[in-house]
């Protein structure tokens, strides 16, 4: 079974976000940047679990600009076979992104292609869906369990009020959310490793985007929080009416 996991890169949590040129791109000087944690996490811890298991191989691939092979060395020593890297500009959208992974995993004849639910910058929860699409493939989203048995996978998903259970034939798409695996450190042999294992660096074909981004914009302060003493619920009332509205 050959895997395919899809790895973005994403800023550091605490980063202090900020942007230039208009507020048409994101300022990442001196910004650091992570693997996305759904990505690392789940789809590519479990599929190395999977990997493991049954065999097969395991390639993580990303759409970047060329500094991002620092990321895919992390993912390399964490356990993956190989690495590829899709050379593109740092400012994507999800169909670019999508094709351009669409048309390696098509021409590679990868088994199964994995991604994390989302990345944690952008919130889209789009890759997975338009890959699937593109490659004429089922897609199954917000995995938290995933078992193979030959090319048949059994795969759990949270709906609402419930679990779902599905049965589905290799090739196919699968997002991977909390639940999947558990995160994966890197010990001393991964890393060493790493530094030799294959990562492949090839150029974007993709061509124009669909999406022109026009410009970012910072969610407005917060207001001041207000504090009233639990004695006094007469004030607490008035403000809940005449100022927040909501009563």
Known sequence: MK??????????????????????????????????????????????????????TVTVINVGPSENDQ???????????????????EALEPFYVAKEIANFAKSNQYDIVITGKETINYNSFAIGGMIAEFMDLPFISQASKWEMNGELATINREIEGGEEVLEVKAPF?????????????????????????????????VGSTLVELVAFE??????????????????????????????
Not at 74 to 89: N, T
Not at 223 to 245: D, F, M, Q, R, T
């Open 3 to 56: 895997y395919l996991v899809c790895i973005s890169t994403v800023p550091d949590t605490t980063a202090k976000i900020a942007f230039k040129d208009n507020n048409t791109r994101f300022a990442n000087d001196g910004v650091t940047f992570i693997l996305n944690p759904t990505d690392e996490w789940y789809a590519l811890v479990r599929a190395l679990e999977l990997k493991e298991a049954n065999g097969g």
């Open 173 to 205: 798409v699968l997002s991977a959310q909390k639940g999947m695996a558990e995160q994966r450190l890197p010990n001393m042999k991964g890393i060493m490793t790493a530094k030799t294992k294959p990562l492949q660096k090839i150029a974007s074909n």
């Open 71 to 89: 990321y895919l060395r992390k993912a390399l020593a964490i356990g993956a076979d190989d690495a590829v890297l899709i050379e593109a500009d």
């Open 218 to 247: 910072n969610p407005k302060p917060k207001a001041a929080v207000k504090l009233i003493s639990p004695e006094n619920v007469e004030e607490l009332v008035e403000l809940l009416h005449n100022e927040a509205k909501v009563i």
